[in-house]
């Protein structure tokens, strides 16, 4: 059977994308405590305690080993990895960009690995997953940078919202692919407990609820298949885990081309998370002259 594991990255911060990713498994039968126990021996959980900013060489190898197995090559350089897992594409998440702002996401070209990560150690873990009868079948994610966040939030109301509206499109993504309903593990959306009120891609379909509490929210949705979504989802399912992880791994590619591209015009400039800390404030303060000279629009960089 297959099993898909959606979830995001990035919905809080005050720089760089919202990044919402999905990993598909196939295995004979989902048993979750299982596996989600073989995985954390693994170091594969949720990328909050595995990948934090500085520290994503585990997440980088595994991510590249994932590409690996699932595409059959594991990608160069970051337009690659992009290329390959991204449902836009290059051009498609270049296409908003305003011209002024583009090369600020897209002039620094990053070679991989940048985070000091080990494919090796990755297709090792793999291969232990493998003898589990764990095969990772599929690997896609989303973007919305701060230009299309923003003005995705106008359209919709809520980043809450456009990150439903990423998972959704995933769960579609998922459905052709397969061609075949889907079963579908999703990180619960902040705050959002009857989903369907919430829908945007999937508005319209017949929807039936089978669970919904707190913690767990289900329905079986006409020509997609099933969707529940959890709390902590990523630190209890596996296919979940290897989406967070993969999704931190695409999110800091992206904050590191961002700061590479300031640290060639500014080297004095901090090289910030982009979360709502103190480096992140003072390089937002320090590096607002520059952005004026170079024209980088207020709503290509800040949320």
Not at 8 to 17: A, I, M, V
Not at 40 to 69: H, N, P, V, W, Y
Not at 91 to 114: H, I
Request: overall charge positive; some cysteine.
């Amino acid at each position: 059977m297959h099993v898909v594991g959606v979830d995001e990255n990035g919905l809080g911060p005050r720089l760089g994308p919202l990044v919402a990713t999905a990993v598909t498994i196939e295995v004979p039968g989902y048993d979750r405590a299982r596996l989600h126990g073989a995985g954390e021996r693994l170091g594969i959980d949720d990328s909050k305690a595995t990948s934090g900013f500085g520290k994503m060489a585990a997440a980088e190898g595994l991510a590249l080993a994932m590409l690996e197995q699932v595409y059959g090559q594991a990608p160069a350089d970051a337009d690659a990895l992009l290329g390959l897992i991204a449902l836009d594409g290059v051009l498609g998440l270049r296409m908003p960009c305003p011209s002024s702002s583009l090369p600020q996401c897209w002039s620094a070209e990053l070679r991989l690995p940048v985070f000091g990560g080990d494919i090796e150690q990755g297709r090792a873990a793999l291969a232990r997953l493998l003898r589990r009868k764990v095969r990772i079948v599929a690997a896609r994610t989303t973007l919305a940078c701060a230009f299309v966040l923003n003005a995705e939030v106008q359209r919709l109301g809520s980043r809450t919202a456009v990150d439903l509206s990423l998972f959704e499109r995933l769960v579609l993504d998922a459905r052709a692919q397969s061609g075949q309903d889907v079963e579908a593990i999703l990180g619960m959306v902040s705050g959002i407990r009857d989903y369907p009120r919430y829908f945007d891609r999937l508005r319209g379909r017949q929807i039936e609820t089978v669970h919904q509490d707190r913690k767990i929210a289900s329905y079986r949705v006409a020509g997609v298949g099933a969707l529940s979504f959890e709390v902590d989802a990523d630190a209890r399912h596996l296919p979940v885990a290897l989406a967070s992880m993969l999704g931190k791994y695409v999110r800091e590619l992206s904050m590191e081309r961002q700061n590479r591209f300031y640290a060639s015009h500014d080297p004095s400039l901090a090289r910030p998370s982009g979360y709502h800390d103190p480096v992140t404030r003072g390089f937002v303060a320090a590096s607002a002259p520059l952005r004026r000279r170079l024209g980088i629009i207020d709503q290509c960089f800040e949320r």
